[in-house]
């Protein structure tokens, strides 16, 4: 599957995180413009076994966009042109990965890698999410009215972040989840 798309969008709505009181509000940005490509890969090279694959490319700008907010000593507003800054949350690269197989008997495994590039935080492109990669993997047995799976999810225990926003000098910021490792058992009456 191949996909390519390019959006203009007119009055983007723009999360901002106050300093002080920490409360999300919402701002709009005059233009902002989204374009790129998506690639999908599927293959069932033999019985039971699966692989695929993908591949996403995304330039994602504010085209028009002055935001004004208090000076440190709040006693006047500052501007500043956030034009061709990168819209929150929007890295320039994801891809994914895996190999699943399946066998007769029932038993199974999977391996998934998952990679992003970096991304921003925030309209002015301060707080940074470096780039990472995250492999999952399960292993397990399938029969007609049970299963069993040892899995893991974040093997390598990367650290990484899902939410930042700074605040002056600082960052606030959510952790991604750590390295879990899990057992899961289903019957089916």
Not at 30 to 44: I, N, P, T
């Amino acid at each position: 599957n191949l996909a390519i798309f390019y959006i203009t969008i007119d009055d983007k709505q723009v999360s901002v995180v106050d300093p002080d009181t920490r409360l999300n509000t919402i701002t709009n940005a005059a233009k902002a413009h989204s374009y790129g490509v998506e690639l999908q890969l599927q293959a069932k090279p033999i019985t039971g076994l699966d692989v695929y694959a993908s591949f996403g490319y995304n330039q994602s700008k504010f085209e028009d966009f002055i935001s004004t907010s208090w000076n440190s000593s709040y006693t006047d507003v500052v501007s500043e042109n956030m034009e061709g800054n990168y819209l929150q949350y929007a890295p320039v690269y994801t891809y994914n990965a895996g190999v699943q197989y399946r066998s007769a008997s029932g038993f199974m495994g999977r391996i998934d890698l998952f990679g992003t590039g970096k991304f921003y935080g925030d309209a002015a492109n301060k707080a940074e999410q470096e780039a990472y990669q995250l492999v999952n993997v399960r292993l397990g047995y399938e029969g007609k009215k049970w299963e069993a799976y040892l899995w893991s999810k974040n093997l390598f225990d990367q650290e990484y972040l899902t939410w930042l926003s700074p605040s002056g000098s600082n960052l606030w910021a959510l952790d991604g989840p750590p390295r879990t490792i899990g057992v899961t058992v289903s019957y089916r009456f």
